[in-house]
């Protein structure tokens, strides 16, 4: 059974800095596609960030561009999301999530293409 855990979350004040990250087990890592997904209070599930398995091919949601930066490495089978400039509205449970093999980037930010899910880390950010 493949598991995706992440960990790092926490309480932050805006303006500051979160690195959360996710490793997996029992996964081919260097073969998915990797991201990060966000669930806000009362909100849906939103995509954030992705990468290819090679390590390239980032690709953010526009309001975290610039701010965010999706990292991973395979050796350790983890992947990482920094999140500098932190507002109140980053907010959320943040979920790691692996594509499937036939995973495009689209595919995979509409969700279809998740194949695996962590169950979340909180990151609360006060104003």
């Known amino acids: 059974q493949v598991l995706l855990v992440e960990s790092g979350g926490g309480l932050v004040q805006a303006g500051g800095s979160l690195t959360v990250s996710c490793t997996a087990s029992?996964?081919?890592?260097?073969?998915?596609?990797m991201g990060w997904f966000r669930q806000a209070p009362g909100k849906e599930r939103e995509f954030v960030a992705t990468?290819?398995?090679?390590?390239?091919?980032?690709y953010y949601k526009d309001s975290v561009k610039g701010r965010f930066t999706i990292s991973r490495n395979n050796a350790r089978k983890t992947v990482w999301l920094q999140m500098n400039s932190l507002n109140p509205e980053d907010t959320a449970v943040y979920y790691c999530?692996?594509?499937?093999?036939?995973?495009?980037?689209?595919?995979?930010?509409?969700?279809?293409?998740?194949?695996?899910w962590g169950k979340g880390t909180l990151v609360t950010v006060s104003s």
């Open positions: 999530a692996a594509g499937g093999d036939s995973a495009t980037m689209t595919s995979f930010i509409q969700e279809n293409g998740v194949a695996y």
């Open positions: 990468i290819r398995g090679s390590g390239g091919g980032t």
């Open positions: 029992r996964l081919t890592f260097s073969d998915y596609r």
